[in-house]
């Protein structure tokens, strides 16, 4: 948030109130990320059934976690749980070479839409199909 001077979008930004209202939605699934037994992350899914997608936002691991193949273990077991018939989106800042080549390495692809949000951090749209 603090980086990218981003207030508006940023879930660090978020109200609790809209926290609370997202982790309510029946299209919404919330899972704790845990190494053994302690929580290193999250991650949330968002079935979009009118699109037949499923939709990754946000997924995020411990900093002393990263770099250790955990999310992208995350991704193939949701991705096994998870069958949407037309595949995954999801969106991530351009600015974070780190989730790039993430995404890209388990199989996501650039729609070529790239939302500007302020001259620090522009926001890149990704899909995935099954």
Known sequence: MEKYQDYEIS???EKIEKIIFRLNQKTTDYYIIKLDTISVGA???INLKE???????????????????????????IENIYKPKDG???DTILEEKGNIHLYEKIGYIQTGKIE??????????YEKKN
């Open 116 to 125: 500007q949000i302020n001259d620090k951090m522009h926001i890149v749209y």
């Open 11 to 13: 879930p660090g930004a």
């Open 43 to 45: 991650i949330r899914v």
């Open 88 to 90: 995954w989106c999801l």
């Open 51 to 77: 699109k037949g997608q499923c939709r990754i936002s946000p997924v995020f691991i411990l900093p002393e976690f990263q770099n250790k193949g955990i999310a992208q273990e995350v991704f193939k077991i």
